[in-house]
């Protein structure tokens, strides 16, 4: 076993994962790691995969066959609480489940939750906590919101507050799905810019080929379940790789001044 690959350090490894409902393989023997501290990509076709292989890497799904490990550790083999405080998660449905559970809540209470992985029992938050929260908040430019109530935030304004509140978890890997959802083009464009920032482990789903490609080190591509490519992000977005997947023309072009690439579409005629 090679121990840079295998061991402490590594990422967000996914071993031949694969998940079936009804005798149909939603995901496919599906492996590849997300290297640690780095962002990750996770594109495809709908219904090619993307939130159910996220699921399983946040416990929300078993593998049916295969394994999920964070840091050499099988995610599935490991208390709970652990897992909670090592990965967090911020879902497509969210806003839709914090909306109906945070019944009337503000957002800097929604955001204190996310410290209730770190507390033992029903022990109060701390003044540490807070300033985590604070913090979270002000990093996802949700400051201004922290007295409002969540229900009553815009689509835009609550994808910000989920933001914080994965960062307030305080788990050095990120797992967000579709997070540009509702969001300027500003702010999908800054939700990225962010989460590089961080420095921590995270794999996006993301539909916006062009955001991948200016926000994510790495990709990984799905289609029909299956893994199709991964690897450095604009040696996968490829105008090839994306017309094989995507079944569109896509021509890559490469940004002035530098080695950036952007991709653009056009529809395959028949
Ligand atoms: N619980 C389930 N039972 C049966 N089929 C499911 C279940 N959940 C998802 N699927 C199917 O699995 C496939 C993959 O769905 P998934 O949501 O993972 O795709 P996705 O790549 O995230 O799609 P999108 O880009 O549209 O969000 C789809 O065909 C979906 O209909």
């Known amino acids: 076993m090679n121990p840079r690959q295998h061991g402490p350090g590594e ?7 694969t998940v079936e409902r ?12 997300a290297p640690a501290g780095q962002v990750t990509a996770l594109v495809g076709p709908n219904g090619s995969g993307k939130s159910t292989l996220l699921k399983t890497a946040y416990r929300l ?5 295969g394994a999920v490990s964070l ?3 099988d995610l599935w083999q490991l208390p709970r609480r652990q897992v909670a405080r090592r990965v967090a998660v911020m ?9 109906s559970a945070g019944m009337g809540q503000s957002v800097l209470d929604i955001v204190l939750m996310a410290r209730s992985v770190h507390h033992s029992g029903f022990s109060p938050d701390t003044d540490a906590d807070l300033d985590v929260v604070v913090r979270s908040l002000e990093t996802a430019r949700a400051g201004h919101l922290a007295d409002r109530g969540f229900a009553e935030l815009s689509g835009g304004e609550k994808q910000r507050v989920l933001l914080a509140r994965a960062l307030a978890q305080g788990a050095g890997t990120l797992l967000l799905d579709e997070p540009t959802n509702h969001l300027d083009i500003a702010f999908q464009m800054e939700l990225l810019h962010i989460v590089r920032g961080l420095g921590r482990t995270a794999v996006v789903a993301v539909h916006d080929l062009n955001l991948a490609l200016a926000y994510c080190d790495h990709a ?8 199709v490519d991964h690897g450095p992000v ?18 890559t072009m490469r940004l002035p001044g530098g080695d950036q690439t952007r991709l653009a579409f056009e529809r395959l005629e028949a």
């Open 61 to 65: 799904i078993r593998p049916d066959a």
């Open 234 to 251: 604009d040696q996968v977005l490829t105008a090839g790789q994306v017309r094989d997947a995507f079944g569109v023309q896509a021509t």
């Open 71 to 73: 840091d050499g550790e």
């Open 11 to 17: 990422g967000l490894r996914f071993d031949g994962v």
């Open 91 to 99: 879902a497509q449905e969210a806003q839709a489940v914090v909306d």
């Open 22 to 33: 009804a005798g149909r393989r939603l995901v496919d023997d599906v492996g590849f790691t």
């Open 220 to 227: 990984a591509v799905l289609s029909s379940g299956r893994l």
